[in-house]
C-alpha cells in the first residue's frame, strides 16, 4: 500500500515538473524572440565625408580647372549639408555603446523616442526605478523585461545616470 502511494507521489512530481519545464520553454521562447525582434530594429549610421573624385576638366588652363574642382566640392558640400539638414539631429551628441546597443532601438539614438517614449528631462532616480520596475515585472513590458534580465544594478545605474544627462547635452547642441 505504502508503495503505491509513494508511486502516485513520484508521479504526480513527474507530472509537475513536466508541465513546469514547458513553461519554462515558452518563457525562453519568448525572450529568444524578444532579443531577435531587438537585433534586427538595431540602427547603424555612418556619416563620412564623401571622397572626391577628380574629373578630367576639357581645358588645358590649369586655374580654370581648380575653378571648375573647387566649384563641384562646393556643390557636393551642399548636398551633403542638406542630408545632414534632412535626416536631423539624428546624432546630436555621443552616447555611450552600453545605451546604443540596448536601448537606441525603442527610444531613439538620443533619448527623444521612436516606439519607447521619450527619455529626455528625466530624473536619474526617475530611470532608475523604471528600469527596476520592469526588471523585476512590476511594470510590464516583456521587451524591457528581456532585456533589462542581464544587467546587474551597476549596469542600471550607468544606463540611469547616462540618460538623466540627455536634456543638458540637448541643450547644448540646440545653443550650438
Known sequence: MIRHIIAAIATILALWACYHMYRLDKEVHKLQEIHRTIKASEIK????????????????????????????NKELDK??????????????????????????????VNGRGI??????????????????DFKSGKRRN???????????????????TEISTFKEKWDKYNNQ
Not at 555612418?46 to 586655374?63: A, D, F
Not at 519607447?116 to 530624473?123: E, T
Not at 516583456?142 to 542581464?150: A, I, N, P, T
Open 142 to 160: 516583456y521587451v524591457m523585461y528581456g532585456l533589462l534580465q542581464k544587467m546587474n544594478d551597476e549596469t542600471l545605474n550607468k544606463l540611469a
Open 115 to 132: 516606439i519607447g517614449p521619450n527619455l529626455v528631462g528625466k530624473s536619474k532616480e526617475y530611470i532608475l526605478k523604471q528600469l527596476k
Open 45 to 72: 549610421v555612418q556619416l563620412k565625408k564623401p571622397t572626391i573624385i577628380k574629373e578630367e576638366v576639357q581645358t588645358n588652363n590649369k586655374t580654370e580647372a581648380e575653378k571648375q574642382l573647387k566649384a563641384k
Open 79 to 108: 548636398k551633403l549639408q542638406a542630408l545632414r539638414n534632412k535626416a536631423g539631429n539624428m546624432a546630436a551628441f555621443k552616447v555611450s555603446k552600453l545605451y546604443k546597443q540596448n536601448c537606441s532601438s525603442c527610444h531613439g
